[in-house]
């Protein structure tokens, strides 16, 4: 158990899907992210949330959307999602936005779009 | 322009056979180098963060080490379990984000 849990563990989507993923961290971080992970790509930051506000949006397409209620939780809303947008999608978690003690990374939401 | 390269893509071993890991890194001041283990099917867990060109950190078999253009991850005699991807990421001093590499595939055969 890696203290951040991410829902679903796999999922694949039709291009004209609506679907959501999940994550819960109950570490007590004020941070939270959402990376892609694509094969033989670096990890591409997405999105940062400080202290539930916005810190960071790397030029996302707006078919991503991301939501965090509160600290703990974190969500990415996906809608006309594209076959190249198929990736493993990862949740992070860090006390806070400036650590020095690295992410804790969840298991991932493997993605397939169709 | 701040970049993390790593190499090899991909490294076979076999058990005992010790080898280094490179993570070259060009960045605007470095406020700390880190590098993650990723298993198949899970996310990247922390391994080592390191701050200053000289400065070594070690867990069990794998050994970290800076200068002030690239790091190293020795693995001395490998075990079959130490298989995995190894991703190193640099975070500037002036940024609040990483920039993660590619990563290194080792294969440890017994």
């Known amino acids: 158990e890696t203290g951040v849990t991410q829902t679903p563990r796999h999922l694949v989507m039709g291009m004209t899907n609506k679907k959501s993923l999940k994550c819960e961290q109950h570490?007590?971080?004020?941070?939270m992210y959402w990376y892609k992970q694509s094969a033989k790509k670096p990890l591409e930051l997405m999105f940062v949330y400080n202290f539930k506000e916005q810190t960071e949006n790397n030029s996302v397409p707006s078919r991503f959307s991301p939501e965090c209620p509160n600290s703990s939780h974190l969500f990415l809303h996906l809608h006309t999602l594209q076959p190249e947008d198929s990736a493993l999608y990862l949740c992070?978690?860090?006390?806070?936005?400036?650590?020095?003690?690295?992410?804790?990374f969840g298991s991932g939401t493997r993605l397939t779009v169709v | 322009e701040d970049q993390v390269t790593q190499s090899p893509e991909a490294l076979r071993l076999q058990e005992g056979e010790s080898s280094s890991l490179n993570c070259s890194y060009t960045v605007s001041g470095l406020r700390g180098l880190f590098w993650y283990r990723q298993d198949p099917g899970k996310g990247p867990e922390f391994l080592f963060t390191?701050?200053?060109a000289g400065e070594e950190k070690e867990k069990e078999r794998l050994k970290a080490t800076l200068t002030k253009k690239e790091s190293f991850l020795h693995i001395t005699a490998p075990k079959p379990e130490d298989s995995a991807t190894y991703l190193c990421a640099v975070q500037p001093y002036n940024f609040n984000k990483f920039y993660f590499g590619s990563g290194t595939k080792l294969n440890v055969k017994p």
């Open positions: 570490l007590g971080h004020n941070a």
């Open positions: 992070a978690s860090s006390q806070e936005e400036q650590n020095k003690y690295g992410y804790t």
């Open positions: 390191l701050y200053s």
